[in-house]
């Protein structure tokens, strides 16, 4: 058995994967708490992660029916950004700002005008440097709780913190590194100088963890740890990455030209190359891939989370809203959604809110708000799409999907016809889960001398659902291709884009 845990913003999956069946044996969930605020803050302290984990794997254990020596590795996944801050002792020093959290807005454009602007920004460090990457919350700790970030001396994101917590080993692995906005990517190494520039005080700069591969082993689990997770000692850790990267992983995006969509809270379009990209168009964002290589990514705050905005406002049940989706034209009626509830990061309106616009009389109808939502949703995607079609040969022949919302078939339908592209589900759809299950297989073959790619492991255990294949259609592409010109045009008037 290989445990993948992925620690998302709204809980924590984990998963057992039997490798020698190929199925998944057991799953277990639990959700975390979030601290928000109208400004823009979004926290959740670590302790809150380790408890939904530990819960999570039991209840896995349980419905799998395994012992704890079953348990060969783990590979975990986490929200990427995240800053968590640690004192000299290993303690936790306060809640950790999230990937989400837009209260360091302001720090964000201090640091990119220090820096000689966006541009500037991009060439240095290899990809974009957006509201809610690790930089912009160091900045905001420093001007904002000094006394805090004095005490700090160590920094970590959220997946990194779960690796520390199961070994006692601190490090982190390129992929996380990536979104902290002090990392070069195309060297896959810390630069120190831009590190002293987001904090002169050097705090920063002494608080970087060793970086290791994302398929190198951190450690075995503690004695503490293997109790509370119901494991042994024996049971190894993966370096495991970032969420954004082990949703690539886990749908078998690992050779170039590869592209994945997921729809979770966020949602984000990875498209994988063989080499960094070079002079960046300074909104898209890179990561370096769990197996090697890089991911031109475009990423949006508001997915599911705006849908799911809608389906409080409209007190409906999750079953019936998604069939309400389906009942609605293309195009919801001329209804159109501009979802930004608590600013966006591509496009980048940091402080923007959201609009609906072209309400009439006959047209403010359940499906066609809900329509409107999910199609607002796919644009955002769309708008990153173009952006990186600059620094590719070629637009992607298949899109794998992931996440909660492409469960949809109607969403499905949409991304096709928007993206005019076929889609393709998983059978194991369990996005950053599966990616950390897998990464453990490889992690743990390359301890034993194995030779295997990452490439190889994923034809044999990555396995596409024909049932939620979807193709586009030529009147779904038609209709798309007029009706999100029009909406892209009014986007750039509402906002300044």
């Known amino acids: 058995m290989f445990m993948g845990i992925d620690c998302g913003t709204q809980g924590t999956k ?12 057991g799953i277990g969930h639990a959700p975390h708490d979030i601290i928000a605020t109208d400004a823009g803050r979004r926290e959740q302290h670590p302790s809150w992660w380790v408890a939904a984990m530990i ?53 964000n454009r201090d640091i990119i005008r220090e820096a000689g602007g966006d541009d500037a920004v991009a060439k240095r460090l290899g990809t974009a440097l957006p509201v809610g990457y690790t930089a912009s919350k160091v900045r905001w700790m420093l001007q904002h709780e000094p006394e805090v970030w004095a005490r700090t001396r160590h920094i970590m994101c959220p997946h990194d ?54 398929d190198d082993c951190v450690g075995p689990l503690t004695r503490e740890a293997a109790a509370q997770m119901g494991l042994t000692t024996n049971t190894l850790v993966a370096g495991g990455s970032g969420d954004n990267v082990m949703g690539a992983f886990g749908t078998g995006n690992v050779s170039p030209g590869g592209a994945t969509l997921g729809l979770g809270t966020s949602g984000v379009l990875n498209i994988h190359t063989d080499k960094p990209a070079t002079d960046l168009d300074p909104v898209l964002q890179v990561f370096a891939g769990a197996s090697g290589g890089w991911l031109l990514t475009s990423c949006i705050v508001n997915a599911t989370s705006a849908t799911t905005s809608v389906q409080h406002l409209l007190e409906m049940e999750l079953a019936p ?96 016809d928007v993206f005019d592209a076929p889609t393709v589900g998983l059978v194991h759809d369990e996005g950053g889960a599966f990616g950390g299950a897998l990464l453990a297989i490889l992690m743990l073959e390359r301890q034993g001398g194995g030779s295997r790619t990452a490439a190889e492991l994923c034809d044999q255990f990555v396995l596409f659902d024909d ?27 509402l906002y300044g884009i």
């Open 321 to 416: 809203f998604a069939a309400a989706m389906g009942e609605a034209p293309a195009g919801s009626e001329g209804l159109r959604l501009f979802p930004y509830f608590n600013g966006e990061r591509t496009p980048p309106l940091p402080e923007a809110r959201g609009t609906l616009r072209g309400m009439t009389t006959t047209n403010l109808t359940r499906p066609n708000l809900i329509r409107a939502a999910a199609e607002a949703v796919v644009f955002g995607l769309k708008w990153g799409l173009d952006r990186q079609m600059p620094f590719l040969t070629e637009r992607p022949a298949m899109l794998r999907l992931t996440g909660g919302g492409t469960g949809n078939p109607v969403w499905r339908q949409i991304i096709a």
């Open 55 to 107: 819960a999570a794997a039991r209840a896995a254990m349980t419905q799998a029916g395994c012992a704890p020596g079953d348990v060969k590795a783990i590979g975990i996944s986490g929200q990427h950004h995240g800053l968590v801050m640690l004192d000299e002792n290993g303690a936790v020093l306060r809640e950790a700002k999230l990937w989400n959290d837009m209260e360091t807005a302001e720090a």
């Open 14 to 25: 984990v998963l057992l994967f039997d490798a020698q069946t190929g199925r998944v044996a």
């Open 161 to 214: 913190y779960l690796n520390y917590w199961l070994t006692g080993r601190m490090v982190m692995e390129p992929g996380d590194a990536s979104g902290t906005g002090f990392f070069d990517v195309a060297g896959l190494k810390w630069d120190v100088d831009m590190a002293n520039r987001i904090d002169p005080t050097g705090v920063l700069a002494g608080a970087l963890p060793e970086i290791i591969r994302s």
């Open 467 to 493: 049932r939620k294949r979807t193709e586009p259609t030529r009147e779904g592409v038609a209709f798309y291709r007029e009706f999100y010109e029009r909406y892209d045009q009014e986007r750039k008037l």
